[in-house]
């Protein structure tokens, strides 16, 4: 069974803070890192992957916050 994921991603306003499946960006930012610090707390409330994807769409890092 995969993880959920929560994504920083590229957006055409800057950068976006988004989980999979989801219909909308939960935060756009002007800066990766903006929109990374935005997600880390959040991935790690809700027990999520956290990925983050550089320009090009490609998967830089990635981040496992289970349930302890």
């Given amino acids: 069974m995969s993880r959920d994921n929560h994504r ?4 055409p306003d800057g950068w976006q803070v988004k989980r999979d499946h989801g219909q ?3 935060h ?5 890192a903006e929109a ?7 991935s790690q409330h809700q027990y999520t992957e956290l990925t983050i994807h550089g320009l090009d769409g ?7 916050h289970p349930k302890r």
């Fill in 8 to 11: 920083v991603m590229p957006h």
């Fill in 24 to 26: 909308r960006a939960s």
């Fill in 36 to 42: 990374g610090g935005y997600a880390r707390p959040i």
């Fill in 58 to 64: 490609r998967m830089q890092r990635s981040d496992s």
């Fill in 28 to 32: 756009v930012t002007t800066t990766k």
